[in-house]
């Protein structure tokens, strides 16, 4: 982040070239999620700056699958809050079916599947509700995510012990079959869910579907992002489609486009948009992928017969060429009507004279309105405004659009008005302090609801990036506990090698001490400890002058000085000593280099001591 607490420009210019090069979008992604994994990774191969990284990604074309490894965060698993696919068997998968008749298909969309298992727990819980059979007729389960590693993993559906943990005994018994060291996902069950890449920011979303799962998904992006991909995921479920989110992610700011069923388990149905207009708005929304539908002329005529005023339309020769139910009744007009011109007809001089503001209209091609005008119709007097305006095509009157427009109830209601007006006014004065008051009680309690909408706006945003850290922490705990295991594998392989040399120095039949360059005792075999007395706890790690032996080591300094000093291969000398019962004896001590190699550097002094006489 700058000092002034904006987006980094070099991070920027860093997923932007990522966009650029290999197709993927993280622009969308919520910046404090990036830093942390860009970071993770920069700190890997050695980069202090983000511009060094981008270096880095120029010249190291394999780094790019380490950086989306990082920054998509693959955490997932089966029945991951058991109680979520409880209330989706036992209540949302019967009331869908419910619905539908006995062949309809069922068809879910699980977003951000990663290696697979989101998608097969929905198609369990499917096969458990409807049976084998009908869920192989009748179910299908898009599973998409971006990263195509995930993806071609979760075609397999093949899973380690450990990951199908969550999975209950009964399921695992009947869903899965067991390999030598996998339990696979049944193949006639896997046919039904079909895996694809699907980039939620950038692709088109699939059509029609029924339930769509997508869990821990939208935390990980901005703002505009999550509505923008929420528009899609509106667009995409049928009218009584049901939306499943992640236990962080509540849609408080969207109820325009889903209504919480089960707001604890964060299910969500469709608010359904009346006009294929509202549902076209909801699906352009922010981006500028909305295309204007263009209606067939049959639909836009009958539009015109039923809605608003008496409303004519004459050509350019002031022919009548259209007019609505509503103005065919008013001046009586029949088929035979239409085509001819207006000055023949009744409306050409009723309720007023037309022909002259028709002549204004053509010399001026602005519209105009004449108000006012009274005219029995049905036995009562009614007030019409007449509305004529030009129809103009590339500034040329192509035609003239007639609309009567009733204002008898508004004339009406302004003199009634009038009336009030002056009974009003009386109180008026008594009014204006209340009426002030309130409104300065009405603006202290917006001011508070907008601060508690900010509140938990806040905390919304602060529960999705403790989620957000939670599922890294869980991602980083897996990777130290395979690192973990990994080290348990090399201890007991240096455990085993450790016990074969220690077998090998008690076969051989001498004492044999090993020495380090500091002449500390690092290896003391049985037969040494035979010898002498001395037990390989006591002598390792204490230097060989120290040993309380019958062994008159400082008769030995010399030939020992000399093969650590690179200067013999091989050195014998024959002392007296005593063993461990102090017998006293001739000891034959043999000093061997260990690790000499070519520079003639000496690691470590094998010592052997072999008794000449009883």
Not at 206 to 217: E, K, Y
Not at 373 to 389: A, C, E, G, K, Y
Request: with cysteine; charged share 30%; hydrophobic share 40%.
């Amino acid at each position: 982040m700058t000092a002034d607490g904006r987006p980094d420009p070099t991070l920027e210019e860093l997923l932007e070239f990522v966009k650029e090069t290999r197709g993927f979008d993280f622009t969308g992604y919520k910046r404090s999620t990036i830093e942390r994994r860009v970071a993770r990774r920069m700190s890997t191969v050695g980069a202090q700056r983000y511009d060094e990284y981008f270096d880095y990604l120029e010249l190291h074309g394999e780094e790019f699958a380490e950086l989306f490894n990082t920054l998509l965060i693959n955490t997932t698993g089966f029945f991951r809050d058991p109680q979520i696919w409880e209330y989706l068997a036992t209540e949302i998968v019967p009331e869908l079916l419910a619905t539908r008749s006995d062949e309809a298909p069922i068809r879910v969309w699980c977003a951000g599947c990663a290696s697979g298992e989101e998608p097969y727990t929905v198609a369990m819980v499917l096969a458990r509700v409807l049976g084998d059979g009908a869920f192989r007729e009748r179910a299908k389960i898009y599973a998409t995510d971006i990263d195509e590693e995930a993806l071609d993993y979760a075609r397999y559906g093949a899973y380690t012990p450990r990951q199908i943990e969550d999975v209950p005994h009964d399921a695992l018994e009947h869903f899965f079959e067991r390999t030598d060291q996998r339990y696979v996902f049944r193949k006639d069950l896997r046919r039904c869910v079909i895996f694809g890449r699907n980039d939620l920011v950038q692709d088109a979303p699939i059509s029609r579907i029924d339930l769509l799962v997508c869990r821990n998904t939208l935390m990980y992006f901005t703002a505009e992002t999550q509505a923008q991909m929420l528009r899609r995921f509106h667009f995409a479920l049928d009218d009584d489609g049901y939306l499943l989110l992640g236990k962080s992610e509540m849609l408080i700011t969207h109820t325009d486009l889903f209504a919480p069923v089960e707001l604890k388990r964060r299910v969500f149905r469709k608010v359904i948009k009346p006009t294929m207009r509202d549902r076209v708005r909801v699906m352009a929304g922010n981006a500028a992928r909305g295309h204007a539908l263009i209606e067939a002329e049959g639909l836009r005529e009958a539009a015109f017969d039923v809605g608003g005023p008496p409303h004519v339309v004459l050509d350019h020769n002031r022919a009548l060429i259209m007019a609505n139910d509503a103005a065919r009744r008013m001046f009586a007009l029949s088929p035979g009507d239409f085509g001819r011109p207006v000055q023949d007809l009744e409306l050409s001089y009723r309720p007023v004279e037309l022909r002259s503001h028709l002549d204004a209209l053509a010399r001026e091609l602005r519209p105009a309105e004449i108000k006012a005008v009274r005219w029995r119709m049905n036995d009562s007097d009614r007030i019409l405004d007449i509305r004529i305006t030009p129809l103009l095509i590339d500034g040329v009157m192509m035609g003239t659009s007639i609309a009567y427009i009733d204002v008898t109830d508004p004339h009406r209601l302004q003199d009634q008005l009038a009336g009030s007006k002056r009974e009003l006014e009386q109180a008026y004065d008594e009014l204006q302090s209340t009426v002030e008051e309130l409104e300065t009680t009405n603006e202290e309690l917006q001011s508070t609801n907008e601060e508690l909408e900010t509140t938990n706006e806040e905390l919304q945003s602060t529960n999705e990036e403790l989620e957000t850290m939670n599922e890294e922490l869980q991602s980083s705990n897996e990777e130290l506990e395979t690192m973990n295991e990994e080290l348990r594998h090399r201890t007991q392989e240096v455990n085993e090698v450790n016990s074969f040399l220690e077998t090998i120095l008690t076969t051989i039949g001498l004492a044999v001490a090993v020495l380090d360059r500091n002449q500390r005792v690092q290896i003391w075999n049985g037969k040494a400890r035979e010898l002498w007395g001395v037990t390989p706890e006591e002598a390792e790690d204490e230097h060989l002058l120290g040993l309380d032996i019958g062994l008159p080591v400082e008769q030995l300094k010399s030939p020992l000085r000399a093969v650590v000093g690179g200067g013999s291969a091989r050195e014998e000398a024959v002392v007296e000593a005593r063993n461990r019962r102090g017998k006293p004896f001739q000891c034959r001590v043999t000093f061997l280099p260990l690790g000499a190699g070519g520079d003639g550097h000496v690691s470590a002094v094998i010592m052997m001591m072999e008794a000449l006489d009883a």
